[in-house]
């Protein structure tokens, strides 16, 4: 079951991230409002509010991603995790005209990556942690 969560998500960011070369932001997006959308994901996975995450996702995401795999992911690589402390670094970028953001987010043991993917609706539209 594990392997097909990761198999989706997996699946979610490459067909983001195919295509043309990824550049810099466009105008289109803010890197203040992805970031806050970031932290709100973030949030909610330290918090155990699955469906929030998928409510922020396009129709495809909602169709493909369920909130009990995202339990069962989160819930597979959080025990080791500890508290959270911050967002250590963040990068934007944009390709094929979806805004992609990738944030390291610090814990009291760890570290995990978050590589999440937004249309110009600030739709979810992929996500992978890794």
Do not use: H
Not at 16 to 41: A, H, P, Q, R
Not at 56 to 74: A, F, N, T
Not at 87 to 115: L, M, W
């Amino acid at each position: 079951m594990k392997k097909y969560i990761k198999v989706i998500l997996i699946v979610l960011c490459f067909t983001v991230l195919t295509g043309c070369g990824i550049g810099k932001l466009s105008d289109k997006y803010s890197e203040d409002t992805l970031k806050k959308e970031v932290e709100g994901i973030i949030d909610n996975f330290n918090n155990g509010q699955y469906e929030d995450i998928i409510a922020k996702g396009d129709e495809v995401l909602q169709s493909k991603l369920r909130s009990d795999q995202l339990k069962d992911v989160w819930e597979g690589i959080s025990p080791k995790l500890g508290s959270y402390e911050e967002i250590s670094k963040i990068a934007f970028q944009e390709k094929d005209g979806i805004a992609v953001v990738v944030a390291i987010a610090r814990y009291e043991n760890s570290k995990v990556q978050f590589t999440m993917s937004f249309n110009e609706d600030m739709k979810l539209v992929g996500i992978y942690i890794k």
